[in-house]
């Protein structure tokens, strides 16, 4: 996306995929070594119910970190997909327009905050609830 809204040259795109594919290929390799040291523990064969099986079945997506990550979730392992990022960093849309932005990094802009706008409300009133709800304590009835 930063690449198609000018903020990065394809060069910066393809090296920013390149190291996230990189990361990725090293995660693997270390969910698959300590595959290979926890396997022989027997706490860990009881906890994770992991058999031959299910180790080739953990290796057969490697090339893909996407659904390796699906399996080693299912499999209750740790590994987390690394995909390539970029941090526009603007203080406010005022801000982004005041230095050039196009139209389309506007807009794109305008509904990231929007999104995080939503998300703070949302949190914001999951937390007015919860402290509501907690307010006051037990209520006793005295007129028995």
Do not use: Y
């Not at 509904?111 to 999951?126: N, P, Y």
Request: hydrophobic share 40%; net charge negative; glycine share 4%.
């Amino acid at each position: 996306m930063a690449c198609e809204l000018g903020f990065i040259s394809p060069a910066d795109c393809d090296g920013l995929v390149a190291d996230a594919a990189r990361s990725n290929e090293a995660g693997i390799a270390s969910t698959l070594e300590r595959v290979n040291r926890l396997r022989s523990a027997s706490t860990f064969h009881r906890t994770h119910r992991l058999d031959q099986d299910a180790e080739d079945e953990l290796r057969a997506p490697a090339a893909d970190p996407e659904r390796f990550a699906k399996v080693a979730r299912r499999l209750h392992l740790q590994f987390h997909v690394n995909r390539p990022t970029w941090t526009w960093q603007v203080e406010s849309i005022h801000d982004a327009v005041l230095r050039g932005a196009s139209p389309a990094q506007l807009h794109w802009l305008a509904g990231a905050v929007r999104r995080i706008r939503d998300h703070q409300l949302e949190r914001s009133m999951q937390q007015a609830w919860s402290e509501a709800f907690w307010l006051g304590g037990t209520v006793v009835d005295d007129r028995m």
